[in-house]
């Protein structure tokens, strides 16, 4: 993975960098938990974590909380998502990607840009997704990744997904030979590049497997980018190199503060001095007037708590879901 040495990492004892939020292009080859472990290290602290996980062949956004940051990312991971990716219709893998092992093959030249339209519309919108049997969800309190690659049959319920954008931008004919990955010998294949917004919990290698299910050839994922994850984009990530250099050039790890994170997760309440106050003390404010989790605000810009509305005594009135500024 590059970098520096394991013994050198544990000598180095960096600043702790401010709570907030760090949004990482993860890079190929990287589990998240990788990633935090490195910005563990920039951030002289083990109190970071990760707001959703991003398989190791995948690239892209990867937003990391920091200190305090941490409670905001299961917030963050409950936000829709932006995906650049790659579909290989012609093959079926174990993973449903291109890390495992090809379970099938089928002739693909034969599908038309029709067929790959319908098949394509078919999932958009609210669909019910079966996730891969390679995911992280936990069947009887084990990961069902874990049960596959033991050798158990996996067999997981359907759940709803929405699937808001399903969006072809090229088609490519896939030869046999070295250029492509095929074998000699294997059944032409076409690869689909796609970008797609989808809710939390929708996996994109389901959608690559469904997409070449109905099409009748197998499909799966072989490359995959993800652009966004709420408010968070690209435009915000930086690599792991250039976190390093600013820390080095700095001092201390830069993060996004409390306040301006929550401003691109959550609609936003402007507080009153005494509704900051209260808030710090855990008591109820008047409602905010905006259904799910609001950011309120204290008149010094600093994030006093996340606050959501409750019909209480024939009033409507804003508690205090997590209180990040208390008293």
């Known amino acids: 993975m590059g970098g520096r040495s394991p013994r050198e990492d544990r000598r180095e004892r960096r600043p702790v960098a401010p709570d907030g939020l760090v949004v990482v292009d993860k890079p190929g080859g990287w589990t998240s938990h990788d990633v935090v472990g490195r910005g563990r290290r920039l951030a002289g ?18 937003v990391l909380g920091v200190g305090r940051a941490t409670k905001l990312l299961t917030y963050v991971v409950g936000a829709d998502k932006d995906y650049d990716a790659t579909i290989r219709l012609g093959a079926s893998t174990t993973t449903d990607d291109a890390e495992g092992e090809v379970v099938a093959t089928a002739d693909a030249s034969g599908v038309g840009r029709p067929d790959l339209d319908r098949a394509i519309a078919d999932l958009t919108g609210e669909i019910l997704q079966v996730p891969s049997t390679v995911s992280a969800i936990k069947v009887d309190g084990k990961r069902a990744y874990a049960r596959a690659r033991a050798g158990e049959d996996v067999a997981l ?23 492509s990955g095929l074998p000699d010998g294997a059944s032409p294949a076409l690869d689909v590049d796609v970008a797609v917004t989808v809710s939390s919990g929708t996996y994109v290698r389901a959608l690559a497997r469904d997409l070449g299910a109905a099409l009748g050839v197998g499909g799966h994922l072989t490359a995959l980018r993800r652009t966004r994850v709420g408010g968070y ?30 401003r691109a997760t959550f609609p936003v309440r402007e507080l009153t001095p005494e509704e900051a106050t209260a808030l710090s003390y855990g008591q109820w404010i008047p409602g905010t007037g905006a259904p799910g989790t609001t950011a309120a605000i204290s ?8 606050v959501e509305d409750t019909r209480r005594g024939g009033a409507d009135l804003a508690r205090p879901v997590l209180v990040l500024a208390p008293a």
């Open 233 to 262: 984009g690209l435009d915000v990530a930086a690599t792991l190199e250039e976190l390093e250099a600013q820390a080095d050039r700095d001092g201390v790890l830069a993060t996004l503060p409390l306040a301006d994170a929550a």
């Open 157 to 179: 319920a359907a759940r709803p997904v929405v699937v808001s954008r399903f969006e072809v931008r090229d088609v490519r004919a896939v030869a046999p030979g070295k250029p």
């Open 299 to 306: 008149p010094a810009g600093e994030l006093v708590a996340l």
């Open 45 to 62: 602290t083990r109190k970071v974590g990760h707001a959703g996980t991003l398989d190791p062949m995948a690239t892209g956004v990867l």
